[in-house]
């Protein structure tokens, strides 16, 4: 009855339970391991454990049956490391494919009065699990990445801003190189949006937030929306020069945009006014300096007419 109501509970199991002897030959094949490996347990049983697994012989699974049968050790293998040692596949179509299921494997030394020791191990399919866990890491990576991204201009936002300045700060402090930065004002948007409506207002911000975007050409090269009607601009490896080239080029193309503004102290269409500043960051300075010159520049910028660019040539007497 005992070993009538154990051969029950092999067969019920989901799980696949492999038991094998002293001389590591197979001695237990249940049904889920007929099923997911479709070897029948009369076609495995007797034969040795790299008779049936030839390509795992010395690998970690085979390692872990001689340390259960010889040192009584039990070991759980990483499914990190081993995620689908077995030849097991959750479907017919999966094993035409190749495709095994993921697993987890328990290997464990069994020590049975009167007999040598033997080896149980346990395969348990965690193909879904492992699913899940994907797709969250893929929703948290989908989250951060909203996080950085201004929800109206789909441009970097203003934390994305501080860490990408942080990194490229620290990188230019590292190699003695010039970093620049550009901030960015719309002239007279407050008219624009008083007059036009808030909804022309979003689309006039999506629009430049889009061409100054397409002025920059490298990776490193980021363009961010600062707040309301304010973008920056963090230009690395980039001198005074190249900085004033990259700013005059976004001014005359959103100048060229010829989005109508017919309440603007500048003209007959929207316009940009732009603080520039460089500097090459010494062992004491901070973001903060570079941020202040630039702000300084753009001030300058809307003081001297507006639809213009600005360098702040103090930069760098300001950063010490």
């Known amino acids: 009855m005992q070993l009538r109501l154990l051969q029950g509970v092999l067969e019920a199991v989901r799980a696949g339970i492999i038991v094998v002897d002293a001389e590591q030959r197979i001695v237990i094949w249940n049904q889920w391991m007929e099923q997911h490996s479709q070897l029948p347990a009369a076609d495995i049983q007797g034969k040795t454990f790299g008779e049936v697994f030839p390509d795992m012989v010395d690998g970690r699974t085979h390692i872990a049956i001689r340390a259960a049968l010889e040192n009584n050790f039990a070991s759980l293998l990483s499914q990190t490391l081993n995620k689908a040692p077995f030849p097991l596949y959750a479907n017919a179509v999966d094993a035409i494919s190749g495709t095994r299921m993921q697993q987890a494997v328990h290997v464990m030394p069994l020590e049975i009065d009167g007999l040598a020791r033997h080896c149980v191990v346990q395969i348990t399919d965690v193909s879904l699990a492992v699913s899940r866990e ?93 707040g309301g009607e304010e973008f920056t601009v963090i230009l690395p490896d980039t001198n005074e020069d190249g900085a004033m080239q990259i700013a005059e080029t976004m001014r005359a193309e959103i100048e060229g945009l010829q989005i109508e503004h017919g309440y603007s102290g500048v003209g007959k269409v929207v316009t940009v006014s732009l603080g520039v500043s460089t500097l090459v960051p010494e062992h004491l300075s901070k973001t903060g300096a570079l941020i202040h010159a630039a702000d300084r520049a753009l001030y300058q910028a809307k003081r001297s007419g507006r639809n213009c660019v600005v360098m702040y040539t103090d930069a760098r007497k300001k950063a010490e």
């Not at 990188?171 to 970093?179: E, G, H, I, Q, V």
């Not at 949006?193 to 022309?200: A, E, K, L, P, T």
């Not at 397409?214 to 363009?223: H, I, K, Q």
């Open 134 to 226: 994907r797709k969250l890491r893929e929703l948290a990576s989908e989250l951060e990445s909203q996080t950085l991204v201004d929800g109206l201009t789909g441009i970097a936002n203003r934390r994305r801003f501080d860490l990408h300045l942080d990194d490229e700060f620290r990188r230019a402090k590292r190699n003695a190189s010039p970093l620049s930065l550009i901030m960015i004002d719309v002239d007279y948007f407050k008219d624009y949006n008083d007059n036009y409506g808030h909804q022309r207002g979003d689309q006039c911000l999506v629009q430049i937030a889009a061409t100054l975007g397409s002025v920059l050409n490298r990776s490193r090269d980021l363009v961010a929306r600062y």
